[in-house]
């Protein structure tokens, strides 16, 4: 279906692997087309988890396309630029939880798409970094807003204004990923994560996931209104019913999504 996207399913899970390996899978405006087709395709009903990674054991994505991007004038930047960032958007919206299985080198837009995921987990070759200052641009796809929240302003402004990529042990130190594991075992730790998800109540993970995203620019008193309203709408669930009854009478219920 996909030139440049592998998917593939293992229950609740989906996999999308980014392959374009002569370029280590540099995002072109292509594949970021056959992304947003896919993510909007997305069945969130079915699926309780995505997991992102590139194919190959050296690259991740390596950033964008420099091919595509040498020859852009300043309307085709900002729309390449846009493009990406919209996509990512997406990435991050959706109603299910993303991980990103970080298997290289994640740098420019590489750096970027892992930073728009949920939950980051990396191999222990990987390395990141936004090197865009060093081609006379800054980062395109949102890598300016997304890095400073993760890392904070001052760490945020080194790595962009370096450009200098830093390895696995690093990037975990600063609190850019969440784990780093050996690369024989990344798809492993991911998937073991992923399954752990989707054995969740499906909308009350989805809350969970619009809670944090959406409040993170509010302030204490209306984030806390709005946790408190999106709690209060789980008991509307079939799911926190039978969860909770489950729990009472020591047995197991299997969460349907209602």
Excluded at 180 to 209: F, Y
Excluded at 212 to 233: H, S
Aim: hydrophobic share 45%; aromatic share 6%; proline share 3%.
């Amino acid at each position: 279906m996909y030139e440049h996207l592998k998917i593939e399913e293992k229950g609740m899970v989906a996999i999308l692997t980014i392959s374009a390996p002569k370029s280590l899978n540099a995002l072109n405006s292509k594949i970021l087309n056959e992304l947003d087709d896919y993510l909007s395709q997305f069945d969130c009903n079915r699926l309780r988890c995505l997991i992102v990674t590139g194919d190959g054991e050296k690259s991740f994505v390596a950033g964008a396309d420099i091919s595509e991007m040498a020859s852009l004038n300043m309307l085709e930047g900002n729309a390449f630029g846009a493009r990406g960032a919209k996509v990512f958007r997406k990435l991050e919206t959706l109603h299910v939880p993303v991980i990103a299985a970080v298997n290289g080198f994640a740098l420019g837009g590489g750096c970027e798409l892992a930073m728009a995921c949920d939950i980051r987990i990396c191999s222990e070759n990987a390395k990141f970094g936004q090197p865009e200052v060093g081609l006379g641009i800054i980062p395109g796809f949102s890598g300016t807003v997304r890095l400073a929240r993760l890392v904070g302003m001052g760490m945020a402004k080194q790595l962009i204004f370096t450009g200098k990529p830093i390895k696995a042990d690093e990037a975990l130190r600063i609190g850019l990923v969440n784990a780093v594991v050996p690369q024989s075992e990344l798809m492993d730790k991911a998937l073991e994560m992923a399954n752990q998800i989707a054995a969740n109540a499906p909308l009350a993970v989805k809350a969970a996931k619009l809670c944090i995203n959406d409040e993170w620019d509010m302030d204490a008193d209306a984030a806390i209104l709005n946790e408190n309203v999106i709690f209060g709408r789980c008991f509307l669930t079939e799911d926190q019913k039978q969860g909770m009854k489950a729990f009472l009478e020591k047995g197991k219920y299997e969460f349907q999504g209602k």
